[in-house]
Structures are given as structure tokens and as C-alpha cells.
């Protein structure tokens, strides 16, 4: 479950820097719910070409979120919008900004 959200998280960051193709996959695989082969039949292709697609699109996503940190940025500043002392808060905000 907790994949599930991480890499809906992440598509919803990255989304536009995939293919149309994987794109598609990774809507019917992860927002429809829809199986591998229910997929590949859809497509007319086979069940590892879709298995395979479905990779390379969390490969992709895990990779983006490695270089670019926005998944880890976007938490983090969730975290701080729970923070009452606004000291507190310019401190976390300080710290992510390396000041």
C-alpha cells in the first residue's frame, strides 16, 4: 500500500517527463487497478511488455525523485505547516534552503 501512494505521489510530481505510453500503463496499472494481462490484452500486447513498461516507469519515477528531491521537499514542508512557533518554522525553512 505504501508503494502504491509513494509512486501515485510521485507519477502526480513527474508525470508529464514520461511517455504517452507509459503514461497510459502506469494510469491503468496504478489509478484503474487494472491487472497486467488485463492491460496487455487492451493493448494487444504481451503481459511483459506491460510488466516491463510498469518498470521502467518506477525506475523512471525513483530516479527523477533521486536527482530532484521534490517528493522529499514537498513532506517536508508539509511537516513544518504543522509547526505553531513561527521561529520554529523559519528554522526547518532555513534548513532546507542550506542557509
Not at 1 to 20: P, R, W
Not at 30 to 40: C, F, G, M, T
Request: hydrophobic share 35%.
Amino acid at each position: 500500500m505504501k508503494d502504491f501512494l509513494y509512486y501515485n505521489e510521485l507519477f502526480d510530481i513527474y508525470g508529464d517527463l514520461l511517455t504517452d505510453n507509459e503514461r497510459d500503463n502506469f494510469l491503468e496499472y496504478y489509478q484503474e487497478d487494472l491487472s497486467l494481462s488485463e492491460i496487455a490484452e487492451n493493448k494487444n500486447i504481451s503481459r511483459s511488455a506491460v510488466s516491463k513498461t510498469i518498470n521502467t516507469v518506477t525506475d523512471k519515477l525513483n530516479y527523477y525523485e533521486s536527482k530532484l528531491h521534490i517528493y522529499e521537499k514537498k513532506s517536508k514542508l508539509m511537516e513544518i505547516t504543522k509547526i505553531a512557533d513561527l521561529n520554529k518554522i523559519k528554522d526547518e525553512i532555513n534548513k532546507m534552503l542550506d542557509i
